[in-house]
């Protein structure tokens, strides 16, 4: 069976939060945080997937997102971890309110806590690029690491907020 690559690039990434980060609770869980199995806190490869690849279609770069992260037609050459959170991560709740879409008042009973991941918590990640002489996808990964460590790049639940 032949490789379907040549060459290989591993990228660690460490990283600080600088505003609070939502990951999200299990099954909806609005005052907890991912954690893995050992009960540290977690942001999903996916989650970090789609802030690149969401990143690099809205700056017309559709065709290289299809390349690094694949598509219905073929696999991505760029392959992204969970990023786990160092053991002194805070999680910490935050008041948040409910609103009634139909008047845009308050729900009766809508006022609820939101977990977060304190700012300053620092996480770790790494990328994997798999191909061969596509010396531009290693480009594109270092611009979409730049883009994340400018802040064009947020990671996340309710970034808006």
Not at 36 to 64: C, K, P, Y
Not at 89 to 115: S, Y
Not at 123 to 150: P, R
């Amino acid at each position: 069976m032949k490789a379907t690559f040549t060459k290989a690039a591993l990228y660690r990434v460490e990283a600080a939060c600088q505003t609070p980060l939502r990951t999200g609770g299990a099954g909806g869980d609005t005052e907890l945080v991912l954690r893995d199995r050992q009960g540290n806190a977690i942001i999903q490869g996916s989650s970090l997937v789609g802030a690149f690849r969401s990143w690099l279609e809205h700056t017309g770069e559709t065709a290289m997102a299809k390349r690094l992260f694949g598509s219905q037609e073929h696999s991505g050459h760029l392959m992204v971890s969970s990023g786990l959170f160092d053991k002194t991560a805070e999680q910490a709740l935050r008041p948040r309110l409910r609103i009634n879409p139909k008047a845009g008042t308050a729900d009766p009973g809508g006022k609820f806590d939101m977990a977060h991941i304190a700012a300053g918590s620092r996480f770790t990640f790494s990328l994997t690029w798999l191909g061969g002489e596509e010396t531009e996808e290693m480009a594109a990964v270092e611009e979409l690491l730049a883009a994340l460590h400018s802040g064009e790049i947020r990671l996340g639940a309710q970034k808006s907020n």
